[in-house]
Every structure is written in structure tokens, then in C-alpha cells.
């Protein structure tokens, strides 16, 4: 029988959304992950309960949909429960796109800019490029609703864009398409 990480999906957003506030505390996500997968494998060594690797399945899906690449320590639980990486995971896709820190790259990855936004395209564009070049760390939010509006007062229709950049990590996230960047430099 193929497990099947589609079947999932709703469990798999919902891990990605509590995982979420990991960098809002400190905490790289995908470090945190792996560690997560860890602790799943070694409760599996200790029990003999294949639960746990499916489990750590959901995790590394969700590791691997943050643009994270793969890692060989997740070898360990596939080749455990019988599978290849190529059947768990058929999707090439999940590497998140790298891009150029220049001002053409960096402008690809946000949709068209609405008139009448806080800041310019060119602004965002190039306050993005100043913070992850200086590696300014903390979490950014862009919001792209046409109107002056802050994150907070967002309606559904905006696009918004969040630049996360800590000791290990440094990527940015549109949340409205689920598509993940990182930079080149």
C-alpha cells in the first residue's frame, strides 16, 4: 500500500499554520522541524508503533512545502516504513525558488502592485533587498491591498507577502499563492 501525504492535507496545513509562529518566538522552522522528526523517529525506536513515522511523514511534507530542501536524515524514516522518497514525495515542486537579490528577481516574486498602497513597488522591492543584504532579523509583513492599510486591517482580497530572516534562515512567503522564495546571492 503507498501512503499517499494527499490524503493528509488538511492535517498538513494545520501543522504548517502552528509552525508558523515558530519564527515569532525565535525558533528556526526548519531546524524546529527536523528536530520534530527526530524526537517522532525516536518514539518510534522506542514503541514500534509505525504511527510515528507516518506522522513524521506529515512533517518533513510540510518542511518540504516551507521550500526547505530535502533532507537525508528523512531517508531514515521512508526507507523504515518500505517507501523511496520519489513515492512519498512524487513532487518535484517543493523547492522553494531561488532568486537574485536584485531589483528585476526580487520584484518577480510579488503579484502586480494595486495604486494606492503605503509604499511604492520600487520601496518594497528595495527594502527588501536592504534587509536581507544587511540581514535585518526579524519578520516582515508586505501588504498589497491598494489602500493604506496595515496588517492588521487587511481585508481578504490583499495580497500579503511576509520576509522572515533569522540567524538560519532567510526567506520570503507569499501567503496567498503558498509559494516560498529564497535568495541567491
Known sequence: MKFNVETF??????????????PYMGLTL??????????????????????????????IQAYLEFGFDYDVLFDKVINELGYS???????????????KLNKSQVRSMIRKWKPG???????VVQDIITKVKLHQEG????????TKKDIGEM??????????INKSECYFHDIRRKKYFTFDD
Open 117 to 123: 498602497n503605503k509604499s511604492t513597488i520600487a520601496e
Open 9 to 22: 492535507r488538511f492535517e498538513i496545513e494545520i501543522i504548517k499554520i502552528m509552525l508558523c509562529t515558530l
Open 30 to 59: 526548519g531546524e524546529s522541524i527536523r528536530k520534530i522528526v527526530l524526537k517522532l523517529t525516536g518514539l518510534y525506536e522506542m514503541e514500534k508503533n509505525k504511527k510515528y513515522l507516518y506522522c513524521a511523514i506529515l512533517y
Open 139 to 146: 519578520i516582515y509583513y508586505y501588504v498589497n491591498s491598494g
Open 85 to 99: 522518497k520519489e513515492e512519498v514525495f512524487p513532487k518535484a515542486f517543493y523547492k522553494a525558488d531561488k532568486v
Open 155 to 164: 481585508d481578504i482580497t490583499s495580497d500579503v507577502y511576509e520576509l522572515v
